[in-house]
């Protein structure tokens, strides 16, 4: 390990002490911060060359690779998607639980797994398939019990999950204990666990697509996911439960391996990697392919570290049990402010008129640039990224909280969305193809669409038909909304924006991006 | 070829779904709350808008005033102007040159309403565009204020899934108190479409002091009732609100929430599930 100086040492300490004292975080989220905080000083990675110039800079100042505070010394995979399937089946000799019989057992055997299912968030960001691993029980109580012990279970993980970037999956196909979810999430009004429904139009029946725009309405869940798409993209491996493919929906809208996950996720920031260029040959043909080599590069240390020197993969119950196997992990390889390098580069062209989202020359450059990162990924080879055929999966990462003047993935920025929706979505069809991993769009919705849902159905329906791989819905008016991926309570930014303390951590990641995100502003349809 | 106001390309307030929806020029009617008094009339080429438009959309040659859509920003300037009930902002479109801007939004839109102003007005241009839809499996639905005799036009039935029909008063004298026009018309289509399983919804205005509203809901639920089995009817009750109707006629009240109630409670007693306040 190489040795630190002792101002940086300095520096943390007197960091770890505002933690200590801080008003407004809880006791959870000090020792999280703690321990972020400790990881800083260790410096075990062999970075290559010219990352520090492109990493360690603000946002503001030209940061061009983001690696999301993942830490110095990774010590686990950043996502991790357990077998769940496996776990019902066979319980766990780690945690001493037999396989559950009933209702009861199921609901209290998941509560206590996710305790001890790590990520870079310290809790699960995926919390399972739960209407194929619940409907087997729910068939065997009556229908008041198994709503009232749904509740409590959904009650549960929202108190006790501390972020919502915690993701459960139902779908395609509609079951009795699909249709409870979608009921109790729309009673509760919490903003975790997030919720995605695999929908595919051969397996998903418009009722119960409607059941899920109607719970959306109240409570900005479930998403849709594009689910032939999905499974067309992750072929092989173990499944989720039958039909639901071999894939799952984790933390925002990460696409990821079932019984796997990701190692890793840094993200390029297009925007600022365009103000580098001189112009869009440069920026196409030197600057965007050298940074990209040294983003992969980075990530190749990560992931060696991860597998080859932490000692997760041979010493945690998950992977010694088999909830987790080591090659269903990949990485994302993430990118943010498509729109801004778009809208930069064409400045610098002399063409300052023409915007993302709008013009065709500007939409047509982003497929270009996309094209670059997408062949870039073809050709790099990571050796324990097998289950993605030895490379890393594009991911549209949704921002963080500081970001200013950077648009997540691939969207269009708020405030310059087209006038008409359907303008906004042939836009969408262009992109959404290139993220395996994850990608989305979100739309607020006029209120007058809780009296239509059909409205929200159809649009769902089409736009799967164009290839996209992912939409959520919210109504304008609800107390949870969706700030980028994740969901978070109004009502609880206001608490935190009167330095109340509030339970969960990424109440304050909604409130940062509220004010320098403008999320609240996006255009309602 | 009808005069085409608007188009309006995904809705979710004119029917089932997302549709769009076409609004054509002409009124034959003359309500004293229509909501958009600017689509009752017909231009006159008079040329006033001519000078108030801020982008030049507007120009006035050999006696008419025409109009470019893409210089357009919508400001309403012109319409702001008109001294007629018209707008200039028309164009004239057969249903060919009409249709392609309703495939633009497939495979969004499950299908089309036609609105107005009154579009049976223009009964060919509306069974021209409708089997147009229909090649394109698009349900088409017509939003109307009763005044065709359907029964005349089986063409036009025949490629139209259903309408949504406005009936603004029972009474006869009260229908022309607030239309300037008699209701029997409309009685008739009510009872026509009713019986042939093409009523889709059936609306009533609710203006305090001008419509006899109980009586209206009462009398045309009834009518609706026996011939549910053939489809499902929805019944709208749309509370009076002042935006955009005429100056001389924005005092009327807005009624209350227990009157609304009270109504939808009077069509649910005669048979009809299916009943919503607005």
Not at chain 1, 365 to 385: P, S, T, W
Not at chain 1, 476 to 500: F, H, P, W
Request: charged content about 25%.
């Amino acid at each position: 390990m190489r040795t630190i100086t002792m101002d940086r040492v300095n520096t943390t300490r007197e960091k770890m002490l505002d933690v200590v004292k801080s008003n407004t975080l809880t006791h959870e989220q000090k020792v999280a911060n703690m321990a972020i905080l400790a990881d800083s000083l260790l410096e075990v990675l062999e970075l290559p060359e010219g990352l520090s110039d492109l990493l360690e800079r603000d946002i503001t100042d030209g940061q061009c690779i983001c690696d999301l505070n993942e830490g110095h010394a990774p010590l686990r995979p950043r996502y991790i998607v357990p077998d769940y399937a496996k776990f019902m089946k066979e319980g766990s000799a780690f945690l001493e639980l037999p396989p559950p019989s009933d209702l009861y057992e199921a609901l209290n055997s998941l509560l206590i797994f996710y305790k001890h299912v790590p990520s870079v968030t310290n809790f699960p960001v995926y919390v399972g398939q739960l209407d194929v691993l619940l409907d087997p029980f729910v068939k065997d109580v009556d229908e008041a019990t198994a709503h009232k012990l749904i509740r409590l279970f959904f009650t549960h993980m929202d108190r006790t999950i501390l972020d919502s970037f915690s993701h459960a999956n139902i779908g395609p196909v509609p079951t009795k204990a699909g249709e409870i979810i979608l009921d109790v999430v729309g009673e509760l009004e919490d903003a975790v666990p997030n919720l995605t429904m695999k929908t595919d139009p051969a397996l998903t029946t418009d009722d119960f697509i409607l059941r899920g725009v109607k719970a959306a309405l109240h409570t900005a869940k479930p998403s849709f996911a594009n689910h032939p798409m999905f499974t067309a993209e992750f072929p092989s491996g173990i499944s989720a439960g039958k039909d639901a493919g071999n894939y799952v929906i984790a933390s925002c809208y990460n696409g990821l391996p079932y019984g796997g996950g990701s190692y890793t996720l840094s993200r390029l920031i297009l925007g600022n990697i365009a103000k580098r260029a001189s112009g869009i040959e440069d920026f196409c043909t030197k600057v965007l392919p050298q940074v990209c080599d040294i983003m992969a590069r980075y990530m190749d240390e990560r992931i060696r570290f991860i597998v080859e020197d932490s000692g997760f993969f041979e010493n945690n119950f998950l992977a010694k049990e088999g909830f987790i196997r080591r090659d269903r992990f990949s990485a994302m390889f993430g990118l943010v402010g498509l729109a801004e390098a778009v809208n930069c580069l064409l400045e610098k062209e002399g063409k300052k008129g023409q915007r993302f989202g709008h013009d065709k020359e500007a939409n047509e450059l982003g497929v270009r640039i996309m094209n670059i990162i997408n062949d870039f990924n073809a050709a790099h080879e990571n050796k324990y990224c097998e289950i993605s055929g030895g490379h890393f999966l594009l991911h549209a990462q949704v921002g963080i909280a500081s970001d200013i003047d950077v648009s997540p993935g691939t969207r269009i920025p708020i405030g310059e969305e087209p006038a008409e929706l359907r303008d906004h979505l042939e836009v969408l069809s262009h992109f959404h193809k290139y993220f395996v991993s994850g990608t989305g769009d979100i739309f607020p919705i006029d209120l007058t669409v809780h009296r239509n849902p059909d409205y929200v159905l159809d649009i769902i329906r089409g736009a799967f038909k164009e290839n996209l791989r992912y939409l959520s819905f919210y109504s304008a008016d609800s107390d949870v909304i969706r700030i980028t991926g994740y969901l978070v309570k109004r009502s609880e930014i206001d608490k935190l924006e009167a330095e109340q303390n509030v339970k969960h951590d990424t109440t304050a990641l909604g409130m940062g991006a509220k004010h320098n995100g403008k999320i609240l502003e996006r255009k309602v349809r | 070829m009808a005069p085409v106001n608007r188009i309006i390309r995904f809705s979710s307030v004119d029917g089932p779904g997302n549709r769009t929806v076409v609004f054509l020029q002409g009124c034959n009617m003359n309500c004293r709350y229509c909501h958009n008094p600017e689509t009752r009339a017909l231009c006159v080429h008079c040329g006033d808008c001519v000078d108030v438009c801020p982008t030049g959309a507007l120009s006035f040659s050999e006696g008419f005033v025409s109009y470019d859509h893409t210089k357009c920003i919508f400001c309403d300037a012109c319409i702001k102007t008109c001294r007629h009930d018209a707008s200039p902002r028309i164009r004239n479109l057969t249903a060919e040159e009409t249709f392609p801007e309703i495939e633009k939004q497939l495979p969004y839109i499950r299908g089309v309403t036609v609105s107005g102003g009154e579009c049976t007005l223009y009964p060919d241009y509306l069974t021209a565009l409708f089997s147009l839809c229909k090649e394109a499996g698009l349900t088409t639905l017509i939003d109307t204020n009763g005044t065709l005799d359907f029964a005349a036009y089986p063409a036009l039935l025949s490629v139209t899934d259903g309408v949504m029909l406005d009936v603004k008063s029972w009474d006869s004298s009260v229908h022309r108190s607030v239309t300037d026009t008699d209701n029997a018309d409309v009685l008739r289509s009510l009872s026509f479409l009713a019986e042939h399983g093409k009523l889709e919804e059936v609306r009533t205005v609710v203006v305090p002091g001008l419509v006899d509203a109980k009586y209206t809901v009462r009398e045309t639920a009834r009518v609706i009732a026996p011939h549910l089995s053939k489809r499902p009817v929805r019944y709208k009750i749309i509370a009076f609100r002042p935006m955009g109707v005429r100056e001389a006629f924005r005092s009327y009240e807005t009624p209350d929430t227990a009157l609304l109630s009270s109504l939808a409670d009077i069509a649910r007693a005669e048979g009809l599930s299916d009943v919503i306040i607005v």
